[in-house]
């Protein structure tokens, strides 16, 4: 394949991480005529990462870590819209969720003779907290949790200044964590499809009643041939199978209270335009589950005697 054709399906993606099977995918639903040489569907997917891994390894970037691979182009530079007057237009930036309090559209416009910087910041960070759910193109696999465990032993912990914007990473993490959820109710809803049960509700519980219950999702579950109650947290990230993740003291309680009516959704992996969710299940009690440490402690003054 040409790489002319390649280039422009990273383009189309903000040039974010893709896997081969996800630039596949985007040819394949383009209804792309492959050659007669490589047969099969088989064959197709192995043009791909073929040319991604070896032919165009020189102008792509690769992400070794992940599994599978990802890739990205090399110097890749999104074009910023010009406007009358010496302004630089950043146009139509939006988040497309399906819940309540999402963002409007915004053109943002900031005039380049001084405040070429502050172009820059806001491009950043209007490209960090962009992230869409493609739910009509939307994939799901499930992988087997990881059987090494991801704990790293902290020998010394440093005190390392940093500045932090704890508002903006927490509306990025609430961004996150509810296209995650949006997407595992999607998940519910067409397995209980699957097996002719549309009759069995899926209720986004953190959405309806709030975020305190201990639990984002009350779904079902198949235990031979019935089927029963289940509670489902969702935790999400752009990160890779082994990233850990934050629970409160509520979720672990309440995972022991209901034992393996509990599951935990790990999504990771996420992209910006969320075509594919990556995830696997964790069932009951968390503690059993997960060497936890503590990251943050309530204070409350002593007695002064």
Same mark, same amino acid.
């Given at each position: 394949?040409? %790489? ?12 974010? &991480? ?9 040819? *394949?639903?383009?209804?792309?005529? /492959?050659?007669? #040489? ?43 819209? #010009?406007?009358? *007057? ?6 139509? =930036?939006?988040?497309?969720?399906? =819940?309540? #309090? ?7 416009? =900031? ?16 490209t960090e907290d962009e992230f869409q759910l493609d739910v009509k193109n939307l994939?799901?696999?499930?992988y087997n949790r990881p059987l090494k465990g991801n704990r790293k032993d902290i ?7 940093? #500045? ?39 209720? /986004? ?14 779904? &079902? ?5 019935? %089927? ?24 672990? %309680? ?52």
């Amino acid at each position: 394949m040409k %790489f002319k054709y390649l280039k422009p399906v990273f383009e189309n993606n903000e040039n974010e &991480w893709m896997t081969s099977i996800e630039v596949f995918n985007y040819f *394949d639903k383009d209804g792309y005529k /492959w050659s007669k #040489n490589a047969k099969g569907l088989q064959g197709h997917k192995d043009i791909i990462a073929r040319d991604l891994s070896q032919r165009y390894k020189s102008k792509l970037e690769v992400d070794k870590s992940s599994r599978p691979q990802k890739y990205r182009l090399k110097n890749f530079n999104s074009d910023i819209k #010009n406007n009358k *007057d010496n302004y630089e237009v950043i146009d139509e =930036i939006s988040i497309d969720l399906d =819940i309540d #309090n999402k963002p409007e559209i915004q053109d943002i416009m =900031i005039k380049t003779e001084s405040n070429e910087k502050n172009l820059e910041e806001a491009k950043k960070e209007i490209t960090e907290d962009e992230f869409q759910l493609d739910v009509k193109n939307l994939l799901f696999e499930e992988y087997n949790r990881p059987l090494k465990g991801n704990r790293k032993d902290i020998k010394k912990r440093r005190n390392t200044p940093r #500045n932090t914007d704890y508002e903006k990473m927490a509306k990025r993490n609430k961004i996150k964590g509810d296209l995650g959820e949006k997407a595992v109710i999607i998940m519910e809803e067409n397995k209980l499809k699957s097996c002719g049960r549309e009759d069995l509700n899926v209720q /986004w519980v953190s959405k309806d009643k709030g975020d305190g219950l201990g639990y984002d999702i009350e779904s &079902w579950k198949k235990l031979g041939k019935e %089927f029963v109650k289940c509670f489902i947290e969702v935790k999400t990230t752009t990160g890779d199978i082994n990233t850990p993740f934050d629970i409160s003291d509520k979720e672990i %309680f309440v995972s022991k209270e209901l034992g393996d009516k509990y599951l935990i959704y790990r999504l990771f992996g996420i992209e910006k335009v969320i075509r594919k969710i990556n995830y696997y299940i964790i069932e009951g009690d968390v503690e059993s589950q997960f060497d936890l440490e503590p990251t943050s402690f309530k204070a409350y003054l002593k007695k002064l005697t």
